[in-house]
């Protein structure tokens, strides 16, 4: 069974730390990983991750996509109170059109 | 443009009514998708739909019904909705390409969603 695990599931830190979300899975046929951050209603689009474009960045946030380790990361620095949300990792599988989603870790940025 | 918007943004509804979700994007995607997140829970699939035809039900009771009438357009109908059936619906749509295009269009945009409450 395809499966995705995010870590940690919960992170509180102060404004101006800096942060990492880890991101595994275990696939039969991976083919991209996406990062979306949710806040209070629909999950937003951040980054697509394949075979061909291992390491994004935008602003703050950059995040790296490791074949071997079959895991990614999603890193924040100088973090801000609009940062807080519940960030979902995602892979898509080869074959199939949907995503399978992990279970979200809840990121809390205290002034 | 990456909008998908959804109507309406609350529901409330006995367990005999029957109502509709609505979803509606101007993307050009072809294929579109019903999600229902729980509470502290990931999104979960219900239903794709690739070039208006039903491609995947993630065995999903038959007490949601979706419908996608054209390619912009998607709808779930509810009827004899249960209490556990209350919870955030998601629409989502993707562009739909052949494994032959070489691109990959994994990236699903979401709607607002319907926040959905049955009595």
């Known amino acids: 069974e395809d499966k995705v695990v995010q870590s940690p599931l919960s992170l509180v830190v102060h404004e101006g730390d800096t942060v990492t979300l880890n991101c595994s899975y275990e696939v039969t046929n991976f083919r991209s990983l996406l990062w979306y951050k949710q806040e209070k209603k629909a999950p937003t689009f951040l980054f697509m991750l394949t075979s061909s474009g291992i390491e994004k960045k935008s602003g703050r946030l950059s995040s790296i996509l490791d074949k071997k380790e079959l895991s990614s990361i999603l890193n924040i620095t100088a973090t801000q109170t609009g940062d807080s949300a519940i960030y979902l990792c995602?892979?898509?599988?080869?074959?199939?059109?949907?995503?399978?989603f992990g279970q979200g870790t809840r990121l809390t940025i205290n002034p | 443009d990456t909008e998908v918007t959804q109507t309406p943004k609350h529901l409330v509804m006995g367990m005999t009514n029957k109502k509709s979700l609505k979803c509606e994007q101007h993307?050009?995607?072809?294929?579109m998708y019903w999600y229902k997140q729980k509470a502290k829970k990931p999104p979960e699939l219900m239903f794709v739909?690739?070039?208006?035809?039903?491609?995947i039900n993630e065995s999903v009771p038959s007490r949601f019904s979706p419908e996608c009438p054209n390619s912009s357009l998607l709808n779930l109908h509810l009827h004899a909705l249960q209490p556990e059936d209350s919870a955030l619906y998601l629409c989502a749509s993707s562009q739909f390409l052949t494994p032959s295009s070489g691109r990959i269009t994994d990236t699903q945009y979401f709607g607002p969603g319907t926040r959905l409450t049955v009595l």
């Open positions: 995602a892979v898509g599988i080869q074959g199939a059109q949907k995503l399978v």
């Open positions: 993307m050009g995607h072809r294929a």
């Open positions: 739909y690739s070039y208006e035809k039903l491609s």
